[in-house]
């Protein structure tokens, strides 16, 4: 999730190759209500937690996605900062850097702000006034049922994640969606459960006040899984990422780390690119040499350390023109802040529509 409008000439150039595939569940199952008419486009939201450089998972997984969404749909992306506090809350010292950085990183990859809104969640804290009024009718076990809470607390047994906040992500991500009248909601299927709790929240306002809020339908979107260097899935928490800013060198000095077929130790030994993480970066990057790779994987007549370097190269042309216009836009001073405040500007008014038409159902104004 995303957003964002800005006044000047940005620069942000095309959108960079590739793009994921976005499938629409069938229409028959829709709520009406969430059904644009003809000749509008449906409204997608979709938000970005602000924990870290973007890399090439997040890249592969979110950005593309979003690329190809805004010349489709009409598009509210925002900076997901309270999300990141559910998870975070203790480690903000850098928040207001990331945030930063997301923002023109979103914008070098060719995130038009003058197509899409593009704002920061905590600049709009009706969300707050609208998560208390949902968290007023939403059952506790409705919250607890939810998969990837208790994924989370397993996942982050370490850390003191067992909070208020977290249990409450999906509600507040409920607010998110329906406090801008968001039709459709880009989500991988890990995702569904959150959407049908956010479904089953709206119906049930629009039950006990009437009918006020949309209810949003899944964008099932193709989330495919980018390995990192151990093998796992790319992840920042893992340290085991390429940085899509990273220079050339770090990312050549990355990719050297990489594991590989345990079966292949020298040039000679046939391998198996089916299970090798380097080949199934080779299938995002080097169109040009799969096939190649491929069968002089499997013959042995290519090494690890010379397949490698053919990957790095390629990641660092393919990220080349981001990287430059990144540096263009990073010494444009005031860039990221006029286009948070633009970005906050359009979002008010649909927020303050959808909290007056809110408040009136529940004799609140
Ligand atoms: S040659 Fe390339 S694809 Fe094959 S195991 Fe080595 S790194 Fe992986």
Known sequence: MLDSGGRRELSVAGPAPGGGR??????????????????????VLTGYRPTGPMHVGHWFGNVLNMLKLQDEHDCFYFIADWHMLTTHYDRTDKLREYVRGLVLDLLAAGIDPDR????????????????????????????????????????????????????????????????????????????????????????????????????????????????????????????NVIGVRDDPDRIRATVRTFITDPQKVRRGDPGRPEICPVFALHRRFSQDIL???????????LGCVECKGNLAERIVAYYEPF?????????????????????????????EETMKAVRNAMNLA
């Not at 096939?291 to 002089?296: G, K, L, R, S």
Request: one cysteine or more; glycine letters at 8%.
């Open 22 to 43: 976005v499938i629409i569940p069938g229409i028959d199952d829709h709520d009406p209500s969430s059904t644009p008419s003809p000749g509008r486009k449906a409204r």
């Open 116 to 239: 899409v809104t593009l704002y920061r969640q905590s600049d709009v804290p009706e969300v707050a006034e609208m998560a208390l009024l949902l968290g007023m009718l939403t059952p506790l076990g409705w919250l607890e049922r939810v998969p990837t809470y208790k994924e989370r607390l397993r996942d982050m047994a370490e850390r003191e994640v067992a909070n208020y906040g977290l249990l409450g992500y999906p509600l507040l991500q409920a607010v998110d969606i329906t406090i801008v009248k968001g039709e459709l909601v880009p989500v991988g299927e890990d995702q569904v459960a959150h959407l049908e709790l956010c479904r089953e929240i709206v119906r049930r306002f629009n039950r006990l006040y009437g009918p006020v809020l949309v209810e949003p339908r899944p964008l099932l979107s193709e989330s495919p899984l980018i390995p990192g260097s151990d093998g796992r899935k790319m992840s920042k928490s893992l340290d």
């Open 291 to 301: 096939q190649w790779t491929d069968e002089n994987c499997r013959s042995g007549a």
């Open 323 to 351: 990287r430059e216009r990144r540096a263009e836009l990073e010494r444009t001073p005031g860039i990221v802040e006029e286009v948070l405040a633009a970005g906050a500007s359009k979002v008010r008014p649909v927020v």
